[in-house]
């Protein structure tokens, strides 16, 4: 049985990485494997420092999206994969890259999760989290600053640039393709609670056909 894929989008600093982290961390074992679509924005080696800092990163073009679907379909089949790092610092990808090995279920996360259809017919589930704009840019401005440094001044800019007219262009109508949509996030525990017992249904079908399908398999022999 091929893996069961998740993708959980949302606005910036709506709680989808909480949602996805809460589901990781209650499943069994290691029934989860965790996919940052945020990793696989393309590595622009041939800009400046300062041109990077002025891509549009909320685009869909700003990521190298054939490299996420070759990795998801390898999850799938239960291939291992080097997922890109990426410093938000630097916009930059490191040389390193994490491994990532497959499991029953795989989170996708990302706020771009559900634009682009080449992703959407690779998920099992598809979840948008939905939390209010004036929350959720709090949340980035404190991220922005305590995690990478950045002064009120350009996280402001690039809001108003980009992340805004961006969210309004491609996130906010992507919530039409989901399955579920979850106000407030991590904080939404009945939601949560829900997706979990569903995704354990799933995890324990598989694990009984394998055993299932051994037994047939001793027998024969």
Do not use: C
Not at 6 to 11: F, P, Q, R, S, Y
Not at 47 to 73: C, F, G, K, M, T
Request: proline share 5%; charged share 30%; glycine share 6%.
């Amino acid at each position: 049985m091929s893996a069961l894929v998740v993708g959980i989008a949302g606005g910036t600093g709506s709680g989808k990485t909480t949602v996805a982290r809460t589901i990781a961390a209650t499943l069994p074992g290691s029934g989860v494997s965790m996919v940052e679509f945020d990793a696989y924005y393309r590595d622009r080696e041939d800009l400046s420092p300062e041109e990077r800092a002025q891509v549009n990163y909320d685009h869909p073009d700003a990521l190298e999206i054939e490299l996420l679907l070759e990795h998801v379909d390898a999850l799938r089949k239960g291939r291992a994969i080097d997922m890109p790092i990426y410093d938000f610092k630097a916009h930059r990808r490191h040389t390193e890259t994490k491994r990532v090995e497959p499991a029953p279920v795989v989170v996708v996360e990302g706020i771009l999760v559900l634009v682009d259809p080449r992703v959407r017919e690779r998920l099992d589930m598809k979840i948008f989290v939905d939390t209010d704009a004036d929350i959720r840019v709090f949340r980035r401005i404190r991220r922005d600053m305590e995690q990478r440094g950045r002064s009120f001044e350009s996280i402001r800019e690039q809001y108003y640039r980009t992340v805004r007219p961006m969210h309004l262009q491609f996130v906010e109508p992507s919530k039409r393709w989901a399955d579920l949509i979850i106000p407030e996030g991590g904080n939404n525990r009945v939601a949560l609670d829900l997706i979990v017992a569903k995704l354990r249904s799933v995890l324990e079908a598989a694990e009984a056909a394998g055993q299932g399908s051994q037994g047939t398999e001793e027998v024969r022999s």
